[in-house]
C-alpha cells in the first residue's frame, strides 16, 4: 500500500483574527490539535506539523512527539511554509496529504474517500473541490515534491493543483470553505452547527 504522510500548515500569525488562532479552542480542543486528529486519521503515525508565528506558544500544546517543522520565513507566506513542510518530511512518503489548521469544518470521512481514492492512483494529484475551483485538502505524489518545494511567498500550491488535478481526481468537499480568518467567521460557524 503506498505510504501516505500528512502535513498540516499552521506557520501563519493569524493577524486577521486578532490572537494565536492555532490555540482557539473548539469544544475544548486547540484548533490546531483538531487538524492533527483528522491528519492522522489517514496517515497515522506520519503527521507532521508545520510551525512558524506564535511556534514558542503552540508547540507545548501539540501532542507529544509529534514532529515539528519549524519555518524560519514564516512571513514571507503560505508557499514559502509549504516548501519547508515539504523539506522537512521524515521518511520517504509516496505522497503528502496537505492540510490548513484553520478548516474547521473538514470531516474525517471525507478525508478517508480522498486518501482511498489516492491510493489507488498513488502516482496522481487528488484534492478538494469548493467554491468552484480546486483546493487543500489535497494530496501530492512524491514527483512533485521537487515543485513543492520550489515554492515561495504568498503563492501556495494552487497553480500545481489547476494542472494537476483534474475535474475527476476533485472531491466535491463544501466544508473545505470555511476557514476561520476572524472572530466574525469563528461566530458564523458556531452559529451555523
Known amino acids: 500500500m503506498p505510504e501516505l504522510a500528512a502535513l498540516v500548515l499552521a506557520a501563519g500569525a493569524g493577524r486577521r483574527f486578532g490572537g494565536i488562532k492555532q490555540l482557539l479552542s473548539v469544544d475544548g480542543e486547540p484548533l490546531i490539535c483538531r487538524a492533527i486528529t483528522l491528519a492522522q486519521t489517514v496517515a497515522p503515525g506520519a503527521v507532521q506539523v508545520v510551525l512558524g508565528a506564535h511556534r514558542v506558544q503552540v508547540a507545548p500544546r501539540l501532542p507529544r512527539g509529534l514532529p515539528v517543522v519549524e519555518c524560519a520565513d514564516w512571513a514571507e507566506g503560505l508557499g514559502t511554509s509549504l516548501a519547508a513542510g515539504i523539506a522537512g518530511l ?42 468552484g475551483q480546486p483546493g487543500v485538502p489535497a494530496i501530492f505524489p512524491r514527483r512533485l515534491f521537487g515543485e513543492l518545494m520550489a515554492l515561495r511567498g504568498e503563492r501556495g500550491a494552487k497553480p500545481l493543483l489547476r494542472r494537476e488535478c483534474g475535474p475527476e481526481r476533485q472531491q466535491a468537499m463544501p466544508e473545505a470553505a470555511i476557514d476561520i480568518d476572524t472572530a466574525a467567521d469563528l461566530t458564523r460557524w458556531q452559529a451555523s452547527r
Open 90 to 131: 521524515r521518511g520517504q512518503p509516496d505522497g503528502v496529504l496537505l492540510l490548513l489548521a484553520d478548516q474547521i469544518a473538514l470531516r474525517a470521512d471525507a478525508l478517508q474517500t480522498l486518501a482511498a481514492r489516492w491510493r489507488a492512483v498513488p502516482g496522481s494529484v487528488f484534492c478538494a473541490f469548493y467554491d
